[in-house]
């Protein structure tokens, strides 16, 4: 049961171009989001997180999107950059669950 | 000077045998995970330890055990390896439950 959803396991992006990564959750009872970003052999390293008190952080060029009512969150990378190629998670936690879910990850390729 | 560290990098090992990965992380947080991630990409929690203490242990086989001999170490340790466990392990601590930092895993195949 996934209460995490990356419904996109792959995205194409060119470079100067704006990414966006998507991701639903099932769990009303979430109220932490994150971003993590994770090179091959390395582990995940978290990127950009939010709060289910807001519906926007941003942070450079990232940007998390929380929709509350609609139980969907969306990370927005402007411009983007060929060092952005990677495999990105989307992760939450809150209510009786003490630690992260994670989605199954989406991987972003930007072309240069 | 790494963070979060895990040993081995990679583990090929065959199945029955035991085997333990270890984790040590410097950052002095309380808490520290143990993820698997599988073959269909989901990185899934197995275990949770704060200060030495068992908080979270998902449905993992028994054959799984986790040992902390401090709060700056999160081993684990795994007996009659099966094809099935195959996976990229990773460890991660953690001050509160949102500032996980992540090793760099340890791919364990099993043959």
């Known amino acids: 049961d996934q209460q995490v959803k990356q419904n996109s396991p792959s995205l194409s992006v060119q470079e100067g171009r704006i990414s966006i990564l998507n991701c639903d959750y099932t769990n009303s009872m979430f109220d932490y989001f994150l971003w993590y970003k994770k090179y091959p052999a390395e582990g995940p390293t978290f990127l950009i997180s939010?709060?289910?008190?807001?519906d926007k952080n941003e942070d450079g060029r990232f940007t998390v999107f929380l929709n509350k009512s609609a139980k969907h969150l969306s990370l927005h990378i402007v411009p983007s950059q060929p060092g952005d190629s990677a495999v990105y998670f989307c992760a939450a936690s809150g209510g009786s669950q003490g630690n992260l879910i994670f989605g199954k990850g989406t991987k972003l390729s930007v072309k240069p | 000077d790494t963070a979060v560290s895990q040993t081995p990098k990679y583990l090929v090992t065959q199945m029955g045998n035991d085997k333990s990965i270890k984790c040590e992380q410097n950052?002095?947080?309380?808490?520290m995970y143990w993820y698997k991630q599988d073959s269909k990409k989901f990185l899934k929690i197995m275990f949770s330890?704060?200060?030495?203490?068992?908080?979270i242990n998902e449905t993992v086989p028994n054959r799984f055990s986790p040992k902390s001999p401090d709060k700056a170490h999160l081993n684990l340790h795994i007996n009659s390896l099966e094809l099935g466990d195959s996976a990229v392990y990773f460890c991660?601590?953690?001050?509160?439950?949102?500032?996980?930092?992540f090793g760099s895993g340890t791919r364990l195949t099993v043959v």
């Open positions: 939010i709060s289910s008190i807001k």
């Open positions: 991660a601590s953690s001050e509160a439950y949102y500032g996980y930092t």
């Open positions: 950052l002095g947080h309380d808490t």
């Open positions: 330890y704060n200060n030495k203490e068992l908080i």
